[in-house]
Structure formats: structure tokens, C-alpha cells
């Protein structure tokens, strides 16, 4: 059948409507957790990310959370493609990029300080390794393969009392612990301490409300959480990081382009000094008085502490040796004088 000049237009437009709408249909769902939904930080970032990801052939649309426990659910249960929590729950996808939110493993201790920048130089120096091509193998589990990391920032002891300055002060104390990290309320066991069940949801209201004595969280949450309100005139922000917290990315590979996954990786290991800033702009957010720094015998101690929770851990079956193993290498490259590496411990782990 022959058209005439105006349905031959018609016909034309409708295509070309038709193309657009295919065009604009996602191929793929990316799951967001962020504690304030679609108007965080973290979405904010996963908007460029979607953008830049067009160029390696996908067409991702965005779902916003406050609640990563569902988050990841619907990734698990096949209702989203990918989806960015926190490392406590992308554990469960792949342990050996869930080992760098761990007890002090990404800590560094000079002198008997803190050293926080050399400490979130281990986190770039690791983001950067499993970012490489060479990393595939390590990064994937299955058909769940990590798109990427990024640093949340250092998870500071948060007091109701500043009494509560050294790890014989802790012992019979009331510590949030979280449900889904059982080596949370394993460590805080081991010091004497009472584990108080918890989850991301409802942590915080607990410090708040004095149901527990203390918490880890990173600056961050100081604000959308209130904290302030738990820490009071008595409480305050131990200057010691119990560990770096980190947003970790997994993609179910057989949704998305071959090779994706290194590429989705190589863009978020671009975006730390992002993340850092927003980390840095969250600890200067932070009232002066509100830091308490340990003494150098406590800061050794709390880290020897760490250490050996950390391992017993790792024997226990909670921690990945492999990821551990990793840390360490990194961890003594950027602080090669600590005694801990000229020692056998998390090496020669098979």
C-alpha cells in the first residue's frame, strides 16, 4: 500500500516518538541507599554515575532508600539490577570487599596518634586495587560482581559520658550493635561489654533515648541523626576510628554490558577525593568541644584491641582472610614501621 505525503509524515513521527520512548526506557535499576533518600549526597553522586555510565552502554534509572535492609532485598530477590549500601550489608554479596569496614584494619597509628589522612590513604590505596582489571576475579562472587567503592567516613566511638575514655571503662557499658554485622556484638563481648541488638534504622534513637551508652557512627549522621541530643552536655566524639565505613556498589553482571563492572569501578575509584570532601566539610561540621582525643597508651591499646578482635574474628568465620590479608599489605606499604609487619599474622592465612 502506498502513502500519500502527509501519513508518510504521520508514520514518520510516530516512529520517531516510538524510537524515543524506547531510548528513554531503562535497561537497568540501580537501588540507592542513602540516609536521606533521593535528597542525599550519596543519589546525588549516583545521578553522575548514571551519566557517565551511558558512555559503556548502560541506561540505568535510579530507586532511592532509607532503609538498606530493603535495598537490598529487592537486589537479592531480583527487583533491582544493582544497588549501593553500606559494606555491612554488600557483605553478603562479596566478603572480600565487605573485609575493609573491619575492625581497625584501615587504621594507622603513628607515635601513639591517630593518623586519619594516612588512614584513609589505605582505603584509596584499596579502592584503587580492586578497581583494576586484575581485581575481576577477587571482586566477583557468582554473578554479583562490586561496581564500586567509596569512603562514608572514619565510625568514631560516640559517648553519653566522657568517663567512658578507655577500653577498661567500657566494661558493662550498653553498645549498639547491629543485627546483620555479628562481629559487632562479638567484639563488644570480648571487652566486657553488653551488645544492644540494633540496625541502621533505629541505632541512633537508642543513644538518643540513653538505651545505650555508646555507638560507632561516622560524622556524617551527626546532623540527619540528632546526635547530639545523646551526647548531651556529658558525652562526646572519641577522635579514634573503630574502622572506615565505606558505600560499596554490586551488579548482577548478566544484566548489565561485559566488562561493566571494571569500568563502573574505575569511576567511583575517581570520585574519592568527592566523597573525602564531603567527609572532611561532615568532621568540621563537628562543635570543637565535642571531639575527646585518647591519650597515646589508650590509643595503643584500643588499637591492640581492634587487632585482636579483628583476627579472632577472621577465625570465627565472619571475616574474610583474603580481604584481610590484602588490607594488611596495604596498610603496612603506607605505615611500613609498625611493629604488626614485621609479624606473620593475616599472611600467612590461606
Given at each position: ?90 557483605r553478603q554479596f562479596n566478603a572480600v570487599s565487605g573485609s575493609i569496614d573491619t575492625l581497625g584494619a ?133 577522635r579514634f576510628p573503630i574502622m572506615i565505613l565505606t558505600y560499596q556498589m554490586v551488579i548482577n553482571r ?53 587487632r585482636e578482635s579483628r583476627i579472632d574474628i577472621a577465625h570465627k568465620g565472619l571475616y574474610d582472610k ?29
Amino acid at each position: 500500500m502506498k502513502l500519500g505525503r502527509k501519513s508518510a509524515r504521520i508514520v514518520a513521527t510516530v516512529g520517531v516518538a516510538l524510537g524515543a520512548m524506547g531510548q528513554a526506557h531503562a535497561d537497568q535499576k540501580l537501588c540507592v541507599y542513602d540516609m536521606l533518600g533521593a535528597t542525599g549526597d550519596l543519589y546525588n553522586m549516583t545521578k553522575d554515575y548514571v551519566v557517565a555510565m551511558q558512555r559503556s552502554g548502560a541506561s540505568i534509572e535510579l530507586k532511592g532508600y532509607t532503609d538498606e535492609r530493603v535495598a537490598t532485598e529487592d537486589f537479592r530477590t531480583g527487583q533491582c539490577d544493582a544497588v549501593v549500601a553500606t559494606a555491612f550489608r554488600i557483605r553478603q554479596f562479596n566478603a572480600v570487599s565487605g573485609s575493609i569496614d573491619t575492625l581497625g584494619a584501615t587504621t594507622i597509628v603513628r607515635n601513639g596518634k591517630i593518623d586519619i589522612p594516612a588512614s584513609y590513604e589505605v582505603v584509596r590505596k584499596l579502592i584503587q586495587t580492586y578497581a583494576s582489571p586484575a581485581a575481576t576475579k577477587l571482586m566477583t562472587e557468582g554473578n554479583n560482581e562490586i561496581g564500586g567503592i567509596i569512603p562514608l567516613g572514619a565510625a568514631y566511638p560516640i559517648v553519653a559520658d566522657r568517663k567512658i575514655n578507655t577500653i577498661e571503662a567500657l566494661a558493662g557499658k550498653r553498645i549498639a550493635a547491629f543485627d546483620h554485622d555479628k562481629a559487632q556484638a562479638v567484639m563488644i563481648q570480648r571487652i566486657g561489654a553488653q551488645p544492644v541488638s540494633a540496625d541502621i534504622t533505629n541505632f541512633s534513637t537508642k543513644f538518643n533515648n540513653g538505651a545505650v551508652d555508646m555507638i560507632a557512627a561516622p560524622t556524617m549522621a551527626y546532623k540527619p541523626l540528632e546526635l547530639a541530643k545523646g551526647i548531651g552536655k556529658n558525652g562526646a566524639i572519641t577522635r579514634f576510628p573503630i574502622m572506615i565505613l565505606t558505600y560499596q556498589m554490586v551488579i548482577n553482571r548478566t544484566k548489565f554490558p561485559d566488562g561493566f563492572g571494571v569500568k563502573s569501578r574505575e569511576y567511583w575509584s575517581s570520585q574519592f577525593d568527592r566523597a573525602m570532601q564531603l567527609i572532611k566539610q561532615a568532621d568540621a561540621s563537628i562543635p570543637p568541644a565535642t571531639w575527646m582525643d585518647l591519650s597515646a597508651e589508650n590509643s595503643y591499646k584500643y588499637t591492640l584491641m581492634l587487632r585482636e578482635s579483628r583476627i579472632d574474628i577472621a577465625h570465627k568465620g565472619l571475616y574474610d582472610k583474603r580481604g584481610l590479608k590484602v588490607i594488611k599489605k596495604i596498610r603496612c606499604n603506607v605505615n611500613p614501621a609498625d611493629p604488626e609487619c614485621t609479624t606473620k599474622s593475616e599472611e600467612d592465612w590461606k
